[in-house]
């Protein structure tokens, strides 16, 4: 009797020891699922959005203004009354990657579902996990949106949404498919959704391409939206990334500056709370892929430096050279006679493919307004540049644009107004200082390249992180 008692109690003792085994090997997986999630959201930049100014994360309430009136973004913390806590892994699925949301309700296509159609289901399933269990949740309402009947319809988004959405598929990459162009083409057509803002825009604002099969829309630039233009991540010489080398093109996503260009606006942001926290893999990834798209033809002329412009303005002979004037005594200190700048603070204005775009709005609203720099674990300065709009007249802005865009070679149409300056200061919204730069922007100095916008009439505020926890 005493022998099967002590046989059953060993036996409890045993299977008590597997099923603590197998618990805790299901705990070890689950949290690899939810670090795997945070990171997947992490590639999605979704604090981005999600996040308003000096909000809890996750928490929404950002203002987005569309061409139709003003959105807010939607809480996506776990809480069961406000957020998605009670979403099944299909609804989440539903609202990430077709568009729909729990009610049957499309969504706005400021969500970029149209690129998160590809995102695969391990990482649909790690970013459910994390968003589910890792995220903290907050019962703060969502707000409703400032738009007015008739437009205030969501029964038209679905025909948008069946018209120019595709349907959600695993992304697979082409037979023979290098497979770091193809992790990275993954990363940039899907969850890092880079086409929202950098594919141009058609009649009912879709993107014109979802990826290369599209054709040389795809990651052309965008158009002018909210007064900054997204410029072409492809590889021509003078209006892309054709100059870039590999190594810069990982610098700037991984620390926001280079020597050819530093982050400002809404690319700040990304850099700030999304690309700088990637893996070196998958940076190098995404690197590789955008280096392999060709130029979108035409392509300008390659870029050849001018010197005379150092030599005038280090001889002092501008006389009657307003915007020369107005660059030596506004700009020079940091941008230099000879237009280069210092590398990795303050970007070189010759031959920058911001500067020669065909259009001057982004030249001209960085004058107007200034820009800041993020600080990163790679580059921890803070830098900023300070805003002319109650230092300079709309002439003088006028004329240093159109001299920055004719000088040391450059060869952009020098055709800017003070009435397009006058314009710019009265349509525009203001980008005001994001929460992490008010430490240091008395002290700063400078910033340049592109905002996170969604099309003509698309804005989103560069504060969305402010009160964001620290361990971003």
């Known amino acids: 009797m005493m022998i099967n008692r002590l046989k059953a109690a060993l036996g409890a003792v045993a299977v008590g020891l597997l099923a603590g085994t197998s618990l805790a090997h299901a705990q070890n997986a689950d949290e690899d699922l939810i670090k795997k999630g945070e990171y997947v959201a992490r590639l999605g930049d979704c604090v981005a959005c999600h996040t308003s ?58 969500m970029p579902y149209p690129s998160f159609a590809r995102m695969t289901q391990d990482d649909m399933k790690a970013l459910y996990a994390y968003f589910m269990h890792g995220a903290q949740p907050i019962a703060q309402k969502n707000h409703p949106t400032d738009i007015s009947w008739p437009m205030s319809m969501r029964w038209p988004l679905s025909i948008w949404r069946s018209v120019f959405a595709p349907a959600p598929k695993d992304f697979t990459p082409a037979p023979g498919t290098d497979a770091e162009i193809a ?57 892309g990334l054709g100059r870039w080398s590999d190594e810069d093109l990982f610098l700037f996503l991984k620390s926001g500056r280079t020597d050819h260009s530093a982050a400002f606006g809404g690319m700040a942001d990304v850099v700030g709370w999304s690309t700088q926290y990637f893996t070196d893999a998958d940076l190098h990834a995404m690197v590789k892929y955008i280096k392999s798209l060709p130029p979108v033809p035409p392509a300008r002329g390659d870029y050849s430096y001018d010197a ?34 210092v590398a990795r603070m ?39 540049m300070p805003d002319y709009k109650n230092i300079l ?25 003070a009435a397009d300056i006058q314009k710019l200061r009265l349509d525009h919204t203001p980008l005001p200082t994001p929460g992490w730069a008010n430490a240091t922007e008395e002290s700063a100095t400078w910033g340049l390249f592109m905002p996170q916008p969604y099309g003509a009439g698309w804005t989103f505020a560069p504060q969305t992180h402010a009160g964001v926890d620290e361990a971003q």
């Open 346 to 384: 303050f970007p070189p204005l010759a031959g920058n493919p911001v500067v020669v775009s065909d259009n001057p709005t982004s030249v001209a609203h960085i004058v107007v307004d200034g820009g800041v720099l993020p600080p990163t674990n790679w580059a921890p300065s803070a830098v900023a």
């Open 53 to 110: 100014l000096n909000g809890q994360k996750y928490a929404g309430g950002l203002s987005i203004k569309t061409p139709i009136g003003t959105i807010y973004s939607t809480n996506i913390t776990p809480d069961p009354t406000y957020g998605i806590g009670t979403y099944t892994f299909k609804e989440f699925d539903e609202a990430v990657r077709h568009g729909v949301r729990k009610d049957g309700a499309t969504l706005y296509p400021a």
């Open 308 to 341: 005379s412009t150092a030599q005038m303005l280090g001889s002092n002979n501008i006389s009657g050279n307003a915007g020369a004037k107005t660059y030596v005594d506004q700009c020079a200190i940091c941008h230099r006679n000879d237009g280069g700048g």
């Open 393 to 417: 007249s709309d002439q003088q802005i006028a004329d240093v644009v159109n001299f920055i865009r004719s000088a040391w070679g450059n060869r952009a149409p020098a055709n800017t107004t």
């Open 183 to 239: 992790r990275g083409e993954y990363l940039v057509t899907g969850p890092g959704h880079c086409g929202a803002c950098h594919t141009p825009r058609g009649f009912g604002m879709q993107e014109k391409a979802l990826d290369a099969s599209g054709g040389p829309d795809f990651l052309g630039g965008g158009g002018v939206i909210d007064n900054w233009i997204a410029p072409s991540l492809r590889n021509g010489p003078v209006l």
